[in-house]
């Protein structure tokens, strides 16, 4: 068996095709690299821009609170003055598979005046043509493009000797079909996945310093290779049938395409229509619409006019305060249609990505990766947590027309979240289960394989 693969290594890349195949691979893994460093460097410059506002937020409340000379109508201010910057812990491997990382907002800027449909509009994407244009990470080339180039090395295992007429000769070689196909799987399957590993491995080595990112790894390693394993098995199963290697590529490249393009397009499509999300233009209309009805009865409840700036200022915020409060009010069932809505799209997308080995390979390298859409939901949901907290907090003096003290900043809300981190095992145990199922139907028919 050995001296078997040993000679399929030195004759594979001896197949002009084949090393043209595996050049396309190096080149797209090139790309990925690029491409994912580029993107981290970017992940992490933008946290650490947030960080300094955050910081400069904090030198500006700890000056003003230290200010004693300030005047009491200036102090008043203080609640509208706080800023809080929440951040988003870096994703461990977002440039191996960047998943929701370039478009959704890993900060957020809190404040009295901030809301729950306006927290979030800032995105991570610079240049809306990167939508369009997409873009290529390790994830992709091994979901997309690593199965193209095993099922163009692996379409003919058996298929080509068959048409050829020296099945019988090289079976009487190998000793058995399954030892021959074993021998003729292994190194092909080593060919594409050595040098995505080797590729991984380099990414490790010159990317940061982020906690649990080599587990990580290990485990989005596993289910690309899983993921592998499944598409040569696929093409053992196929080489296994009585078609000629022609009608075997054909069946192969028709398999990829209906898993990887066909049926992942049409999952997003009944997503899309089963869960449609409320329009913005209600929330916006209904935001408006509470902001100028509660402005008019404000104004029509405290016709007084304040006789001192400080009194002046303290119903100025009191209105503020008591304005936003009502639209928060009134727009509340809209967001909570838009979280009800959200939600169930991601339980239809997971429920029906079970379908497509592609969908399962994708979403658990992006979990593995820290940049699945649960992830990014689940920032969004604590931010908006945080926001009501922060928004009582700062209400509260507000509401006394109480000025805050150095002391009270000790008291302030703090944002602290962290994603939750597991490795995919149900989306390891099925691709597992199909590539064994595939490995044991090949194996019964090749064992009971007799040729003419």
Known sequence: MLRLIALELRIVPRDRAALCLLAVLLGALVLACLSGRALMQSQVDGRAAAQARQNEATTQLRD?????????????????????????????????????????????????????????????LDNPELLVRGGIDLGFVVVVLAPLVLIGLCYGLFAADRDSGVARLILAQAGSPLKLIGARVIPRLVLVLVPIVAAMLMMLATGPDVAGRWPAAG???????????????????????????????????????????????????????????????????AARAAEVASTEAYENDHPEIASGAFAGRLASIRKTWDVAQKVEAATAPIDRRFAVQLAAQQRVAETLSWVSPALVARRALERSAGTDAATGQGFRAAGNAYLAVFRAYGGGFVARGAIMRSGDAALMPRFTWSPARGAPWPEIALLIGLAGGLIVLAARRFARLKLA
């Open 219 to 285: 485990v989005w390693l596993l289910v690309a290779a899983l993921f592998l394993i499944f598409w040569a098995t696929c093409a053992a199963w196929v080489n296994s049938l009585a078609v000629s290697a022609e009608a075997a590529a054909f069946m192969l490249v028709a398999l990829w395409a209906l898993l990887t393009l066909v049926v992942p397009a049409a999952c997003s499509a009944l997503v899309q229509a089963s869960y449609p999300p409320p329009s913005r233009f209600e929330q916006i209309a």
């Open 64 to 124: 003003r609170l230290a200010d004693a000379g300030m005047p009491p109508e200036e102090a008043i201010l203080t609640p509208y003055r706080l800023r809080q910057v929440l951040i988003a812990p870096l994703p461990v491997l977002v440039d191996a598979s960047a998943g929701r990382a370039p478009v959704d907002p890993y900060t957020a800027t809190v404040s009295m005046r901030a809301t729950r449909d306006t927290l979030f509009q800032r995105t991570g």
